[in-house]
């Protein structure tokens, strides 16, 4: 399922010295003392690979823990990809409302749905709230299907092309520096979460292959789940019985972007992060909580998607969010000049 690159892909090495040589295939399982896939003048990366090497040396000033060593990473746009043409659950959701035979939705959302794909064709801007209502309906189409049958869904979804590329699934539409990025933190006894806008089960889904990130470190968007013969009866009111199975009720607790971050990361890790990588404004409130670490030494990295020959990028349109980065102290990521590959080099824009 995943390629191999060619033998000139380039290294940064744990010493800040450059090493171009053999590339294994990214989903290995045994962690590299090294970034690979990303270009051999990328000074982002070198300064990166120093100061986690300063993270985890005892003589160090900035040096934290085994115990504290947590990074935190958003996924959409920042593991993997966000444009062909939207977000992963984004797409799925116009999928399955507009052209799932089996699924019967109503008016209304078919209406929702169109709207959406007609701005994505057409790149026209979504109206505001158009982000909530989207995971309120997302989760509305799961109504009565188990855990097991979302994921099974979204594993046969990431099996379809990418639109928008050549040779690209959507299960394999990760980016390969980020990917060696997070197994040189896991070489480092890092503690890897993902903070998602995304439905966590269908993170868990995509992340589970590649990226191999433990599931009680997903965090992600979360809907109301209870038992099927629950009915009604709150949680408080009910026992769950021996033929009983998990099911979605099609409600939305919360959707985990922007400042809804800040707080779930306080509740469900209990300490704050070292390192925080995004890509969007969506993940502005996480990096300045990581900054924001008045125990060690926190960083913020936000990736840019400026590459318009190997994604779908824009220069002029992160020109904004670059702006705001340098204001307040978030170390940016070029696509177009710090990454040696994005997908690999057989995958292509769709012309």
């Given at each position: 399922?995943?390629?191999?690159?060619?033998?000139?892909?380039?290294?940064?090495?744990?010493?800040?010295?450059?090493?171009?040589?053999?590339?294994?295939?990214?989903?290995?399982?045994?962690?590299?003392?090294?970034?690979?896939?990303?270009?051999?003048?990328?000074?982002?990366?070198?300064?990166?690979?120093?100061?986690?090497?300063?993270?985890?040396?005892?003589?160090?000033?900035?040096?934290?823990?085994?115990?504290?060593?947590?990074?935190?990473?958003?996924?959409?746009?920042?593991?993997?990809?966000?444009?062909?043409?939207?977000?992963?659950?984004?797409?799925?959701?116009?999928n399955r409302v507009l052209h799932d035979k089996d699924y019967k939705a109503p008016a209304f959302m078919k209406k929702f749905a169109r709207m959406l794909?007609?701005?994505?064709?057409?790149?026209?801007?979504?109206?505001?709230?158009?982000?909530?209502?989207?995971?309120?309906?997302?989760?509305?189409?799961?109504?009565?299907?188990?855990?097991?049958?979302?994921?099974?869904?979204?594993?046969?979804?990431?099996?379809?092309?990418?639109?928008?590329?050549?040779?690209?699934?959507?299960?394999?539409?990760?980016?390969?520096?980020?990917?060696?990025?997070?197994?040189?933190?896991?070489?480092?006894?890092?503690?890897?979460?993902?903070?998602?806008?995304?439905?966590?089960?269908?993170?868990?889904?995509?992340?589970?292959?590649?990226?191999?990130?433990?599931?009680?470190?997903?965090?992600?968007?979360?809907?109301?789940?209870?038992?099927?013969?629950?009915?009604?009866?709150?949680?408080?009111?009910?026992?769950?019985?021996?033929?009983?199975?998990?099911?979605?009720?099609?409600?939305?607790?919360?959707?985990?972007?922007?400042?809804?971050?800040?707080?779930?990361?306080?509740?469900?890790?209990?300490?704050?992060?070292?390192?925080?990588?995004?890509?969007?404004?969506?993940?502005?409130?996480?990096?300045?909580?990581?900054?924001?670490?008045?125990?060690?030494?926190?960083?913020?990295?936000?990736?840019?998607?400026?590459?318009?020959?190997?994604?779908?990028?824009?220069?002029?349109?992160?020109?904004?969010?670059?702006?705001?980065?340098?204001?307040?102290?978030?170390?940016?990521?070029?696509?177009?000049?710090?990454?040696?590959?994005?997908?690999?080099?057989?995958?292509?824009?769709?012309?």
């Open positions: 399922m995943f390629d191999r690159f060619n033998r000139s892909c380039c290294i940064v090495a744990v010493a800040a010295t450059l090493f171009i040589g053999g590339c294994q295939s990214p989903a290995r399982t045994s962690a590299p003392a090294t970034l690979e896939y990303w270009t051999a003048d990328s000074q982002v990366a070198t300064q990166f690979v120093e100061h986690v090497s300063n993270l985890c040396d005892p003589a160090s000033p900035k040096f934290v823990p085994v115990e504290d060593r947590i990074a935190v990473f958003d996924m959409d746009g920042t593991l993997v990809g966000e444009t062909y043409p939207s977000y992963f659950d984004w797409v799925l959701f116009t794909e007609d701005c994505w064709k057409n790149g026209k801007p979504l109206e505001k709230g158009t982000e909530k209502k989207q995971a309120e309906l997302a989760f509305e189409t799961f109504k009565g299907m188990t855990i097991d049958e979302v994921r099974d869904y979204a594993r046969k979804f990431m099996n379809t092309d990418a639109e928008g590329f050549n040779n690209l699934k959507r299960g394999d539409a990760y980016f390969r520096p980020m990917l060696s990025l997070v197994r040189f933190l896991e070489s480092k006894d890092f503690k890897i979460y993902i903070v998602s806008g995304t439905e966590r089960n269908i993170v868990r889904v995509l992340t589970e292959d590649v990226f191999k990130i433990p599931s009680d470190r997903i965090i992600g968007s979360d809907g109301v789940i209870a038992a099927s013969g629950q009915g009604d009866k709150d949680g408080l009111d009910y026992v769950y019985q021996p033929d009983d199975k998990l099911i979605y009720t099609g409600q939305m607790i919360s959707k985990n972007v922007k400042m809804n971050k800040v707080p779930i990361i306080a509740r469900e890790i209990g300490k704050v992060p070292v390192l925080s990588f995004g890509n969007s404004s969506g993940d502005l409130s996480m990096s300045q909580y990581v900054t924001n670490n008045t125990q060690y030494e926190g960083r913020a990295y936000i990736l840019l998607g400026d590459d318009s020959k190997r994604e779908h990028g824009s220069e002029q349109k992160v020109q904004k969010l670059k702006k705001y980065c340098d204001e307040h102290g978030f170390y940016t990521i070029s696509m177009k000049d710090d990454f040696a590959t994005v997908y690999g080099d057989n995958v292509t824009l769709a012309k």
